[in-house]
């Protein structure tokens, strides 16, 4: 079966750091293009970053560059998003996505529209 798993999730103060992880399971990365992506209540999802799997280029949102990073491990079986000077308008759940790359890893980080997603982890920032 194939599915992405997040973990890693919890609360943190503002100026704080977490990684979340996204692990693959009945398939491996190669060639994927891999999204985390947010959703805080009330509000749209909004893609946070992503990484192409084939040549390890990113795309950032404006909110997150220079906090967050996005990378990949050296078997192609898990993402991580390494967030730090986190703040509390960063709280929301977040997801990862993979799909093949069927467009530009901005427009695929942008529109959202991956085709394989988990199950979510949140992620709360107060104090």
């Known amino acids: 079966q194939v599915q992405l798993v997040e973990s890693g999730g919890g609360l943190v103060q503002p100026g704080g750091s977490l990684r979340l992880s996204c692990a693959a399971s009945?398939?491996?990365?190669?060639?994927?293009?891999i999204g985390w992506f947010r959703q805080a209540p009330g509000k749209e999802r909004e893609g946070v970053a992503c990484?192409?799997?084939?040549?390890?280029?990113?795309y950032y949102a404006d909110s997150v560059k220079g906090r967050f990073t996005i990378s990949e491990d050296n078997g192609k079986t898990t993402v991580y998003l390494q967030m730090n000077s986190l703040k509390p308008g960063d709280t929301a759940v977040y997801y990862c996505?993979?799909?093949?790359?069927?467009?530009?890893?901005?427009?695929?980080?942008?529109?959202?529209?991956?085709?394989?997603w988990g199950q979510g982890t949140l992620v709360t920032v107060s104090s």
């Open positions: 996505a993979a799909d093949i790359p069927f467009t530009t890893l901005q427009s695929m980080c942008v529109m959202g529209n991956l085709d394989i």
């Open positions: 009945g398939f491996t990365l190669d060639y994927y293009n």
């Open positions: 990484i192409s799997s084939e040549d390890g280029s990113t």
